[in-house]
């Protein structure tokens, strides 16, 4: 059974900085591609970031570029994102998505507030 768990929201000031984290299980971690996600109120959700199985290779959404950075760590079944210089714009649930077998899968979310 695949499970995406996301920890690591909460509230920051601008400028600041949160590290999420998705723990996965259920597959075979070192396998796949991992994506974050976030949805805004009001908004649909959009791809913040991917990163390829061996995290060789990764892609930003433009608002996110040289701010995030997405990584992971196949030895603890772990992906992270990483974001400094937060703006309030930025203010979004956060999901962890993994795409097997044509089936899409996503965590329960991390709430992250940018607000001073």
């Known amino acids: 059974q695949v499970q995406l768990v996301e920890s690591g929201g909460g509230l920051v000031q601008p400028g600041g900085s949160l590290r999420l984290s998705c723990a996965a299980s259920?597959?075979?971690?070192?396998?796949?591609?991992m994506s974050w996600y976030r949805q805004a109120p009001g908004k649909e959700r959009e791809l913040v970031a991917s990163?390829?199985?061996?995290?060789?290779?990764?892609n930003y959404a433009d608002s996110v570029k040289g701010r995030f950075t997405i990584s992971r760590d196949n030895a603890k079944n772990t992906v992270y994102l990483q974001m400094n210089s937060l703006k309030p714009e930025d203010t979004a649930v956060y999901y962890c998505?993994?795409?097997?077998?044509?089936?899409?899968?996503w965590g329960q979310g991390t709430q992250v507030t940018v607000s001073s």
């Open positions: 998505n993994a795409i097997i077998s044509f089936h899409t899968y």
């Open positions: 259920g597959f075979t971690f070192s396998r796949y591609p």
């Open positions: 990163i390829t199985s061996t995290g060789g290779s990764t």
